[in-house]
C-alpha cells in the first residue's frame, strides 16, 4: 500500500493512502499517544481490538488505531510498527524527538479519519470498553465526553495535585467537570477540526471547547493501577499547569478584546498613582517637603505602568486586527439551504 508523508514542523507523520482520502470516512478513530510505553503498547492495541470487535455496528467494522510514539528512547515504536504491519487499520507516527503529549494528539487529530474520534493513553489504566458509554452520552446531544476517574488507584502525589487542580479550574471557568487531565476522551470529528492545540494545552481541551460552544460532559470510568512502565507525572508539571491555566484564562477572556484587560489593569494603576499624586500635591502646597518621600515615587511608578498597561492594550487591539480572520470568533455547528458549507 502507497504511502504520504505530512510533513509539519519537526515531526513527520507517515498514513496509509486510504486513511488520506477525505471521501473515506470511518466511524472511529482512536489516539494513543505513547512515550516509552514498550511493555503496554500490545496489551492496550489487543484490548482495543477486543472491545471494538465485540461492539455495535458501525464501529466494529469501521475504524482505525493510531499510535503516536512521542520520540520515545525504548523500543516503543518497534513495538507499534509490529502491530502496523499485521493490522491494516493501524496507523503508526513517530516524532524524531519528544515533543509532548499536546503534540502527539495534534499529529494524530491531523490524519484522523474518524466521524467520532476517542483518545486514551497507553498505560493501560482505563478500560477501552468504556469507549461506548462514552458515546452514549455523546448521543444526547454532547460534541466532547470526558471519563471521569472517580476512584483513581494512584499515589497521592498524584491525587492530591490533580483534586485541587480540577477544582481550581472547575471553579474559575464554570464547567463543571472532575477529571479535566483524563486522557480518555471522547470527541465528534467537529471538536477536534476546530482547536487549536499547542504547548501543553491538552489539560484544558474541555475549557477550549466550551469556549468554542461545543457541550461538554463526563461519564465515570473504572481506573486500574498501572501495570506496566513508569508514571511522566512530576513535580515539574505543576508550575507548568499554573501558567499554562493563566494561559487558557487569558486567551479565553480576552484574547478577542486584549483592551479589557490591560486597560482595565492601566486605568486602575493610573487612577491610584494619580491619587497618590494629588495627595502629595495639597501638601507641598501647604508647604511640606514631598521630595524625598517614597510616596511619591509610588504615585509616579504607578501611572507610568498604568500608561505602559494601556499602550500594551492598544497595542494587542492592533495585532488583533492586523491578524483578524473570519471564523475566528465563532464556530458553525451547520448551515441549512446551502449546499456548499467548506466555509463553514
Known amino acids: 500500500m502507497t504511502t504520504l508523508t505530512h510533513i509539519s514542523g519537526p515531526e513527520t507523520v507517515t498514513r ?7 471521501s473515506t470516512l470511518l466511524a472511529l478513530s482512536v489516539v494513543v499517544p505513547v512515550f516509552n510505553e514498550e511493555e503496554s503498547v500490545l496489551p492496550i492495541y489487543e484490548r482495543l481490538r477486543t472491545v471494538l470487535a465485540g461492539g455495535s ?14 520520540g520515545s528512547t525504548d523500543d516503543s515504536f518497534a513495538v507499534c510498527a509490529k502491530i ?16 509532548g503529549k499536546t503534540a502527539a494528539l495534534n499529529a494524530g487529530f491531523s490524519i484522523a479519519t474518524g466521524a467520532r474520534v476517542v483518545t486514551i493513553d497507553a498505560d493501560m489504566q482505563e478500560d477501552p470498553a468504556a469507549i461506548f458509554a462514552l458515546f452514549d452520552k455523546m448521543d444526547e446531544g454532547f460534541d466532547l465526553v470526558s471519563a471521569w476517574r472517580r476512584e483513581r488507584h494512584d499515589p497521592i502525589s498524584k491525587t492530591l495535585p490533580s483534586r485541587v487542580f480540577n477544582t481550581v479550574v472547575s471553579r474559575i471557568t464554570g464547567i463543571h467537570l472532575h477529571d479535566f487531565n483524563c486522557g480518555f476522551k471522547a470527541y465528534s470529528c467537529e471538536v477536534i477540526r476546530d482547536l487549536k492545540l499547542y504547548g501543553e494545552l491538552h489539560r484544558f481541551i474541555p ?14 470510568v473504572e481506573h486500574s493501577r498501572r501495570r506496566f512502565g513508569k508514571s511522566k507525572f512530576g513535580a515539574r508539571r505543576l508550575g507548568r499547569g499554573y501558567l499554562d491555566f493563566i494561559q487558557v484564562l487569558f486567551l479565553t477572556t480576552y484574547l478577542r478584546q486584549p483592551l479589557r484587560l490591560f486597560g482595565m489593569l492601566g486605568t486602575l494603576l493610573t487612577l491610584i498613582g494619580a491619587l497618590i499624586c494629588f495627595y502629595l500635591s495639597v501638601l507641598w502646597l501647604q508647604g511640606e517637603a514631598i521630595g524625598h518621600r517614597p510616596l511619591l515615587t509610588l504615585g509616579v511608578l504607578m501611572v507610568i505602568a498604568g500608561f505602559q498597561f494601556i499602550s500594551t492594550g492598544l497595542v494587542g487591539e492592533m495585532l488583533r486586527n492586523s491578524s483578524f480572520r473570519r471564523g475566528d470568533d465563532y464556530s458553525v455547528r451547520r448551515i441549512l439551504g446551502w449546499e456548499h458549507s467548506d466555509n463553514a
Open 16 to 22: 496509509s493512502s486510504s486513511a488520506a482520502n477525505p
Open 207 to 220: 475549557v477550549l471547547a466550551s469556549q468554542r460552544g461545543f457541550k461538554i460532559a463526563e461519564v465515570p
Open 57 to 70: 455496528d458501525p464501529y466494529s467494522s469501521s475504524y482505525e488505531i493510531i499510535f503516536v510514539d512521542d
Open 84 to 99: 502496523q504491519a499485521s493490522d491494516p487499520c493501524v496507523r503508526v507516527v513517530q516524532f524524531r524527538r519528544n515533543s
